[in-house]
Nanobody, 124 residues
Framework: QVQVVESGGDLVQSGGSLRLSCAAS????????IGWFRQAPGKEREFVAG????????YFGDSVKGRSTISRDNAKNTVYLQMSSLKPEDAAVYYC?????????????????WGQGTQVTVSS
């Protein structure tokens, strides 16, 4: 069956770095663009970063632009989100999502599969 599993969330100090992983199975990973979103308590789910099927195109939300990178390893069915210079406002549950038709999108409803999320906590 389809599985999308995020990992790598942790408690880090402000200014620190973290790498999140998204491992997928049960579908043809190469055919899907991948997006990372985050949701803090009481807030809407927010687009963080996305990568197209080949990995040649990436896009970042304004909140993480310039201090994050996203990459994918299609041989391992895995996408990575590297974040640095973390701030307390980066604290949230981070979700990975897969979208088959079309490229990267910031719209939550346009993704087909979602993971359960991984918690990132940033201490000030």
């Amino acid at each position: 069956q389809v599985q999308v599993v995020e990992s790598g969330g942790d408690l880090v100090q402000s200014g620190g770095s973290l790498r999140l992983s998204c491992a997928a199975s049960g579908f043809n990973f190469d055919d899907y663009a991948i997006g990372w979103f985050r949701q803090a308590p009481g807030k809407e789910r927010e687009f963080v970063a996305g990568i197209n099927r080949s990995g040649g195109i990436t896009y970042f939300g304004d909140s993480v632009k310039g201090r994050s990178t996203i990459s994918r390893d299609n041989a391992k069915n895995t996408v990575y989100l590297q974040m640095s210079s973390l701030k307390p406002e980066d604290a949230a549950v981070y979700y990975c999502a897969a979208r088959k038709y079309g490229g990267i999108t910031t719209t939550v409803d346009e993704y087909d599969y979602w993971g359960q999320g991984t918690q990132v906590t940033v201490s000030s």
